[in-house]
């Protein structure tokens, strides 16, 4: 069973009921955060009078997954891309890899995992209940349900209300799929959404990324050399961007 959230941008009147759900259920400060953060799962953009929901889309063939060396982020049947930190090495590709700049990473802790939006496979969506999101929303604007009915809900809609909607269901068919779906009157360009990407999912571009490490992590991700890799290219990483940083705060 595949399930997906139906975001009908139409609907949304920018409350942020759906943040403050997600906060809440999280555990987090219920701030009005505007950028992702790895205590802020879902944000909202405004353009004018609309209002769009930013988040993890769940990709049906996850470029984040696709160049984890150990398997951390991998594809559900019920949908969500889920995060096993227990498997995570730290390395970030996944956040290298996300097309949309989705994942960000617990640099203050010194236990730092992957943070995104879940679904909220663990305690919601792996048991088949809606997301902490779409039971908050007093509009209706993100509905959860099965993936296969919630494309048919659009596309009628889309039918019933031609000259109300964009004839196009974003995250249907880009870049292969995904479980979270829009619906907008307004151009999803002018939405800030990438609308240039494609259908085809992304195994090229993450191999790019991919091709950039020794050949023993692709081939034997489990082996101890790729490890010992990955962990000491964290931390050259961590201290680049701290002097980078340093850098910053000097000039
Ligand atoms: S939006 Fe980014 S983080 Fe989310 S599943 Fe797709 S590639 Fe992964
Ligand atoms: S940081 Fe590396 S190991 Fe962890 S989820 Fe991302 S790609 Fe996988
Ligand atoms: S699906 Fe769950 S984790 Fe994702 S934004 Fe909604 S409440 Fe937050």
Request: net charge positive; with cysteine; hydrophobic share 30%.
């Amino acid at each position: 069973m595949s399930y997906a959230l139906l975001i009908d941008i139409t609907q949304c009147v920018g409350c942020g009921e759906c943040r403050t759900a997600c906060q809440k259920s999280h555990g987090f400060p219920e701030i009005e955060a505007r950028n992702l953060n790895e205590k802020n799962f879902t944000t909202l953009e405004q353009y004018g009078d609309t209002w769009v929901r930013r988040m993890c889309r769940h990709c049906n063939e996850p470029a984040c997954g696709s160049v984890c060396p150990v398997g951390a982020l991998e594809k559900t049947k019920a949908g969500p891309v889920n995060y096993d930190a227990s498997k995570c090495l730290g390395c970030r590709y996944c956040m290298l890899a996300c097309p949309f700049d989705i994942p960000k990473y617990e640099w203050s802790s010194n236990n730092p995992r992957v943070r995104k939006c879940t679904m909220c496979y663990d305690e919601r969506t792996s048991k088949g209940q809606p997301t902490a999101c779409s039971e908050a929303c007093p509009a209706g604007a993100t509905l959860f349900g099965k993936r296969d009915e919630l494309l048919a809900e659009a596309h009628r809609r889309i039918s019933e209300n031609p000259d109300n909607y964009v004839h196009r269901i974003y995250g249907e068919k880009e870049i292969g799929g995904m479980s979270v779906l829009f619906l907008s009157s307004v151009p999803f360009e002018k939405l800030g959404f990438k609308t240039e990407i494609g259908s085809e999912a992304l195994p090229q571009k993450t191999w790019n990324v991919l091709s950039k490490l020794p050949d023993v992590v692709v081939t034997a991700g489990a082996a101890f050399s790729a490890i010992y890799w990955i962990t000491h290219r964290r931390e050259e990483v961590k201290r680049f961007e701290e002097s980078q940083r340093n850098n910053n705060s000097t000039k």
